[in-house]
């Protein structure tokens, strides 16, 4: 893609100018640490002449792993303005993390870590750290600094592995500029904002929203271990489960001063929680409906799962024969944005099967209820038989949740004892529910039993992965073979 000139600005040129322009703007919170621009800069510096004298290149690929934001952060973009290509994965209890070393040139973490002997290992030790320490934040050398073309790739992202292996993808300059650009107009962001972010770097709509506040001179909050007292936040980006964490950690009487603006990504967020975040915190919540492989989608959904399909995208519905159907058909969701990626690094039959003449094909079920108007109705794979007739997993967890007083539940398809039982549903309880009554009660209410052959296990909690979505690969364990006390 050749355009005259030279390419746009990257992150760390923005933190930059917002340094030299206001130097004590706060650019970053982390517990009960905080960091301004300034500060963010002199750190950045530091980091890219480190890695710039550890061999770090355009082109390389660099895989981030931290316990904390702002180390993650911070190495990501520094990488980026060195031209090299950026990933992340959880420094502890990540599935794939083996497959994302056998992906990179290096690996820096805060952890110990075992890539393969080829890949170039950092431990972000007390060395490391006495090594950024050792260099001038004023040193006057000129600085090493790459603005990648928007045709050259950045990112390495992934699917969220929720059904089994993540798939990988890789991101061009313009897609993760969209990712970017996107991030910050249907999240309002402004100069002023303060947003707190539940959620890992892995998932790249985190990296992208923080990027995208971090360029506009907004600040970024991680307060994971120390809760919200004496905060002030004006957005929230989580994921449901982990928004229902940051309500569960709000200090007793927690009233916002100013009303906070809530939005969700990566699931549907039940009825209750969104009753809950929008009691507690004064501000609308708003649903994000999206994709690693695609960017947003719809940039909110309302309760029933309908939302204005984003500027930008092209959407429609298809049969399982790949034949476009018409309004108020219900089908599979294809689409295609600016912020697609080509397909899967590594899996050309995945590839394939989700990438068709320039479409998306993806796993999600929906309907137009009218031009641009999408109702999602959930996983295509989750469809559910009840009672004899497809519905979404969403609306089977929505009751269950309501007839057992459950706080967390999780309904999908499962082939057990030779097809006897076909749904399952594992639900979280309160300690005093009599749990037979709620088991007679979700049975006759979703006519489930002898129909339908549904198993229902009650859970101390439902397995999660560390970006906060079910982990179905270990649900589906314990369904297989039920915890003592669960049945």
Known sequence: MNIPGRPIPTTFEYVEALALREPRRLALVQDHQSWTYQALHSDLVRLVRVLHSLGVKRGDRVAVGTQGLQAGLALLIAAENLGAVTTCFLPEKDPDAQAVFGLVDW?????????????????????????????????????????????????????????????????????????????????????????????????????????????????????????????????????????????????????????????????????????????????????????????????????????????????????????????????VIAVRTPGMVEGYIGDEEATRQAFRDGWFVSGD???????????????YDDLLVVGGLKVPANEVETQARDMAGATDCAAFAVNLEGGDITLGIALVVPPSTDRAAARARIEKGLQVGASTNARILFLDAIPRMGNGKIDRVALHRLFESPPAGSL
């Open 107 to 331: 690996v820096f973490s805060d952890l110990p870590q075992s890539p393969p002997a080829t890949v170039r290992n950092v431990l972000l030790d007390a060395a490391f750290v006495a090594r950024l320490q050792a260099v001038a934040a004023d040193d006057p050398t000129p600085l090493p600094r790459v603005a990648l073309a928007l045709d050259e790739p950045q990112r390495i992202s992934r699917t969220s592995g929720s059904s089994g292996r993540s798939k990988f993808m890789l991101l061009k300059r313009q897609a993760q500029e969209h990712w970017v650009r996107t991030g910050a107009e249907n999240g309002g962001y402004r100069p002023e904002s303060r947003l707190l972010v539940a959620g890992p770097l892995v998932m790249n709509a985190i990296f992208a929203r923080a990027s995208a506040c971090l360029r506009m001179g907004a600040a970024v909050l991680d307060l994971s271990r120390s809760g919200l007292a004496g905060h002030e936040i004006t957005h929230i980006l989580a994921l449901p489960a982990l928004l229902e964490e940051v309500l569960k950690s709000l200090p007793a009487g927690y009233a916002p001063r100013n009303r906070v603006e809530v939005q969700s990504i990566g699931g549907f967020v039940p009825p209750h929680l969104r009753e809950k975040a929008t009691r507690v915190f004064g501000g609308r919540l708003s649903s994000r409906y999206g994709a690693n492989e695609t960017t947003g989608i719809c940039d909110d959904l309302d309760a029933d799962g309908v939302g204005v399909v984003s500027p930008g995208v092209d959407l429609r519905i298809l049969d399982e024969q790949g034949r476009e159907l018409p309004l108020g058909r219900l089908g």
């Open 365 to 379: 079920w929906g309907t137009l209820v009218a031009p641009r108007m999408l109702r999602l109705a959930g996983r």
